[in-house]
């Protein structure tokens, strides 16, 4: 508050206080009074703890303030005399008019005495409690008591004194009362030797005499760095002001600054760097403030303060990019941190400051980071992501710069890692985008496949590896390679039935009884001889190497058809172009393309016949898939050809065009947020209000008006969310408009008496159901006839569940003994003003669809006319909240058939996903599914619930 605020202002605001939950009952009034009259001091203590308890919860305690007077106010008892000042503080001092109370006068002497008592810890809370006093009358008379403790012996004492006068001078605008304070406090500073008191007095300086604090730092300016920690914040604090209240200084105090950096203390480099990056532009003094916000993220070991570091080199980073690019080397050595999140939001810094002068030193750290997390056996989940998120980063440069697509060979050697899907994505990127790396690539590749053991990450491999072959030994390694991992399949021999047996042992009855069975002696239990057989193809088969048996075949054998479809048609491909090749003979050519087909027989055998490990038969789509391949070696045609060899690379081009310019678009949109401009009417700038958009290095305390502030206007009026409680028959009527607050939902409760009696005690009884707890209780009020009044009721919500707020009005009626209940509507909290359309990448989204718990599948029923399935897809968006991850390229054409993905994010953190699946049916409805997954419950059936609540129209 401004320290020309009057005592009549003052008197306008009411202190707040915290609700103190007592889970035993208050004994009566009677008892307390006895207990305050009677009771020894411990029982004197214990009921006026009760008092100021229930005082604290609403119910007024002024008619007990005369008998604590009287029994309790001339107690030595020290923790009586504490507990004494908070009722003291806690209850009302003036009357309806203003005046102070006479009973209030009572204490001035009891006051001043405990001001000159010989224990300074009865004095220093007596001080406290003056801080928090902001009536003249009481303050008046204890002046020169205050002040004569600030030559107090103890430093305890000292400090608060200090405290009081400036509560006095500069709080409560009683400047009148202490007109010598400035005075008084530039003296004291002189001669004061203790830290924290010269830390109060110099913030007193600041605030109501700015020349005598800066004529008290040029003093001591040589000196700044010799202080402790405490002073030396303050000094920082002054030092802002004076750089722009003084410019032609300024070079002087940044010096001052600058000595500062190596102070031991955190919070002073963190406070110095952040100064001096809001005070200076020069490369010099950002480079400075920048290397102190690494140290700080090197040397602490709490992950908040690691956060927020971050938080201002990000800040540095949009505000000064080509300084910041040379500060990059040392950014990454946060990189030695432990935690996760840290080096992700590390690696999202470094990969924006990225530049053609230390691309290469970059990634050899991130090369060393890669091999080095590799080796770690333990917490080898963590290390995996992180691993994959080294990856991603990788991937991102090498769209600006062409030279580090060399590590993506590197990275190859490590495909069949848990980070192996990142690794192949990074490399069916690189390998469109950089046509002269396809060698190198396709080498590399073809070595490792058989090191790949995920399905995902073999699929994307043979794309690549049928998509861009083209040489003759890069179709004939690929083929070879293929068939190599899938040996499994190839070895597995086909069942005989019993004629071809028949003819078999016909022929070579004699072979075959050697070959299949092998006579051995046994002793029996009774001493004879016995024989038994062997067959030697099953000790074949065990005897094979536990690496074949692992092998990426025995995916398709464990029942992965769809592996065996990618397979073909990979294959497929490497068949066409290898009978296009000149310079092979044609019988060599059908010798390979009868082999390809072979082992695609072998994928339907399989699928068909139940040989697969887990007993699942092939669908019909796979087979038809798998036939149609078989169909283009046998009779292939010019358009079929084109169809596999031309079409489906032209549309990974597409999606990676199309991605490159979604990300183009989202750099406009964050180059046209940073164009900001101040006009006549721009906003005052108030850091409480502005949430993201909040500058840590130009916002200045006493300077409203820096910077603009851009606030989202409220498009739907606040009356759409005013909720009747009550019926108008009732004796009170209740309604409440529900408005959201961040984190807090807030109640504003119009409650009408619509009787012609006075209303006594009337109490607003609320409770919850789910995470919502009531912040504070609402006090009793007295309604006159046809009287209103307004109450304001928080509930902090804590989570995404839907809740419920319940409850009464209780009330007393003039003239009748009983009390009367109203029972309110219940209100319930809409969640969707706490979830917001998110955005996530496709590995992202897979990784989370596999981590998430809970499902919620939602079955589409639409029969509006005209309605088609985009329509639906938008209306679904904007019922739900959420955002679309399908570029809108893939949704558009004409399909009777349409699926996408869907992201949201709570205010709380928590992240929501959803597949939309549906088609048109002949009759013009819309069937499908939506299936919603998140880590809890709350907000998968909160989502599910406004979807099939909503009612369904045309966006």
């Known amino acids: 508050m401004s320290g020309t605020a009057s005592s ?288 700080l993220i090197i040397t602490q070991s709490d992950t908040n303060v690691k956060l927020i570091v971050l938080d201002r080199i990000i800040d540095l980073q949009k505000r000064f990019p080509f300084v910041m690019q040379k500060m990059v080397m040392d950014i990454l050595r946060a990189l030695q941190t432990t935690d996760l999140d840290i080096k992700k939001k590390v690696l999202n810094v470094a990969a924006e400051l990225i530049s053609l002068r230390n691309v290469d030193d970059v990634m050899t750290i991130l090369k060393k980071e890669f091999l080095e997390s590799h080796s770690k056996p333990v917490e080898q989940k963590k290390e995996g992501e992180y691993r994959r998120h080294i990856v991603r980063f990788i991937s991102k440069c090498s769209a600006k710069f062409p030279q580090v697509g060399e590590y993506g060979l590197l990275l190859l050697n490590y495909v069949g890692d848990s980070s192996g899907y990142d690794i192949i994505s990074f490399v069916r990127e690189l390998v469109e985008l950089n046509p002269e790396m396809h060698d190198k690539i396709l080498e590399r590749l073809t070595q490792n496949l058989t090191l790949i053991t995920d399905a995902l990450v073999f699929r994307i491999a043979l794309w690549i590896l049928g998509t861009f072959a083209e040489t003759k030994q890069q179709v004939v390694d690929s083929i070879e390679g293929i068939k190599h991992s899938l040996r499994d399949v190839m070895l597995q021999k086909p069942p005989q039935d019993e004629e071809t047996i028949e003819d078999t042992v016909s022929l070579s009855s004699v072979g075959t009884a050697e070959t299949t069975s092998r006579p051995s002696a046994l002793v029996g239990a009774d001493g004879t001889y016995q024989s038994q057989s062997h067959d030697a193809n099953e000790s074949r088969k065990n005897k094979r190497p536990k690496e074949i048996r692992n092998s990426v075949g025995t995916l398709i054998q464990e029942g992965n058809f769809f592996l065996a479809t990618v397979a073909s048609t990979t294959l497929t491909k490497l068949a066409l172009k290898y009978k296009s090749l000149a310079d092979i003979p044609a019988d060599t050519k059908n010798k390979v393309v009868g082999e390809i087909m072979m082992l695609m027989c072998a994928f339907v055998r399989i699928g068909t016949s139940g040989e697969s490990a887990t007993k699942v038969t092939m669908d019909d789509d796979t087979i038809s898939r798998i036939k149609l391949c078989l169909r283009v070696l046998l009779r292939p045609t010019k358009k079929l050809e084109e169809l596999f060899l031309d079409h489906t690379r032209e549309a990974y081009a597409k999606i990676l065009k199309e991605k490159q310019g979604q990300a183009e678009k989202r750099r406009e949109m964050e180059r046209k947020e940073k164009l900001a401009s101040n006009q006549a009417d721009t906003l005052i700038n108030i850091s409480h209000l502005k949430g993201s958009k909040y500058d840590a290095f130009h916002f200045e305390e006493d300077d409203l008006l820096e910077g603009a502030a851009t606030f989202q206007t409220e498009e739907k009026s606040s009356l759409h969310r005013v909720v009747q409680l009550t019926g108008f028959s009732d004796p009170v009527y209740a309604e409440a408009s529900v408005s959201v607050q961040q984190y807090d939902v807030v109640l504003d409760i119009m409650i009408v008496n619509t009787t012609r009696k006075t209303l006594q005690n009337v109490a607003l009884e609320l409770a919850t159901i789910g995470d919502l707890k009531l912040v504070e209780r609402p006090q009793t009020y007295v309604l006159a006839p046809l009287g209103r009044q307004n109450m304001r009721v928080t509930v902090k919500v804590s989570s995404t569940e839907t809740g419920v707020i319940f409850g009464n009005i209780v009330f007393d009626q003039t003239g009748s003994g009983s009390t009367s209940y109203v029972v309110l509507n219940d209100v319930h909290i809409d969640i969707m003003d706490y979830i917001h359309p998110s955005t996530c990448s496709d590995i992202k989204f897979r990784n989370m669809w596999q981590e998430f718990e809970w499902e919620n599948k939602i079955p589409i029923g639409c029969n509006v006319p005209g309605m088609e399935l985009r329509d639906y897809l938008k209306y679904l968006l904007q019922v739900s909240h959420m955002g679309c991850l399908t570029p809108i390229n893939a949704l558009s054409g004409d399909c009777e058939f349409l699926s996408a993905n869907l992201c949201a994010k709570s205010a709380f953190g928590e992240d929501a996903l959803a597949n939309v699946s549906m088609e048109k049916t002949s009759t013009g409805a819309i069937e499908g599914f939506i299936r919603i997954r998140s880590k809890t419950q709350g907000i998968a059936l909160s989502l599910g619930t406004q979807i099939t609540t909503h009612p369904i129209s045309k966006p």
């Open 8 to 295: 009549s202002t003052q008197k306008s605001f009411k202190p707040c206080y915290q609700i103190v939950f007592y889970e035993k009952q208050h004994p009566s009034k009677k008892e307390i009074v006895d207990m305050l009259e009677n009771g020894s001091d411990e029982k004197k203590y214990e009921a006026l703890k009760h008092v100021v308890w229930q005082h604290m919860g609403g119910e007024k305690q002024d008619q007990l303030l005369m008998t604590v007077v009287k029994y309790v106010l001339s107690s030595t008892f020290k923790p009586l005399k504490k507990l004494l000042l908070y009722f003291w503080e806690n209850v009302e001092k003036t009357d309806e008019n203003g005046e102070l109370l006479p009973q209030m006068m009572l204490i001035c002497s009891h006051l001043r005495n405990d001001l000159t008592h010989p224990n300074e810890y009865v004095v220093g809370c007596t001080l406290r409690f003056l801080c928090k006093v902001g009536e003249r009358e009481i303050l008046e008379p204890l002046i020169p008591p205050i002040v004569q403790n600030l030559e107090h012996r103890h430093s305890y004492v000292r400090r608060q004194a200090i405290l009081t006068i400036y509560s006095i001078y500069y709080s409560h605008g009683f400047k009148h009362l202490i007109p010598e304070a400035p005075d008084l406090i530039y003296e004291f500073l002189q001669t004061e030797t203790d830290a924290t008191s010269k830390r109060n007095a110099f913030v007193m300086l600041q605030d109501c005499a700015p020349d005598k604090a800066s004529k008290y730092l040029r003093s001591i300016i040589d000196e700044v760095p010799k202080t402790g920690h405490l002073f030396q914040l303050e000094l920082l604090r002054l030092l802002k002001k004076m750089c722009s209240m003084y410019p032609s200084e300024k070079s002087k105090y940044l010096r001052v600054i600058a000595s500062l950096m190596n102070s031991k203390s955190s919070a002073v480099l963190y406070q110095c760097a952040t100064t001096l990056a809001s005070l200076s532009n020069s490369p010099i003094a950002i480079q400075s403030a920048a290397s102190c916000f690494v140290k």
